[in-house]
């Protein structure tokens, strides 16, 4: 049965997708259902992680060029595309990426009591932000996604000065 899902699946735009829905249902339930949000963030994670573990049995390590190409004509005007793969370094910063989030959502369980919402959404928004980077083989979308990734660190800042220190240090530490 696992040789016939393998065959079928050659896609990974549900990769990027998962976490995008994960983060959009919270916001139709109310703060104060704490506990049905932190479950859908924790099961919407969980899935994103045990998503990219099918194309590692299919991934061929001896080719270096990138797999699971998909590509969408965005701005043909432009000639930018939504150009989509993997190859072995990017599909390690996948995997562990989607690893990490469960935990990070994990360790902040016990405090999610008045931000609940908003620390599972900014978490499922960082976790797509970040798939789509090492998915990206569009030149202009791959040196402009790794700078939104700070953004949902910062919706939760209630001072702006708290918020562009933050800024700086992510960005200092990345660069």
Known sequence: MLEHFCECYSDLSGLILCPVLGSITPLFI?????????????????????YPLVPRIQFDPSTAKSQFVESLQW????NINFYLGIDGISLFFVILTTFLIPICILVGWSGMRSYGKEYITASLIR??????????????????????VPIPMLCGAEHL?????KLFLCRGLVQ
Do not use: K, Q, W
């Open 161 to 165: 000065l708290f918020a562009g220190i």
């Open 75 to 78: 701005l043909p005007y432009e």
């Open 127 to 148: 976790e797509f932000l970040m798939i789509a980077v090492f998915r990206m083989l569009d030149p202009l979308l791959f040196y402009v996604l790794p700078e939104s």
């Open 30 to 50: 109310p703060n104060s259902r704490i506990r049905p949000i932190r479950l859908i963030g924790l099961c919407a994670s969980l899935i994103t992680f045990l």
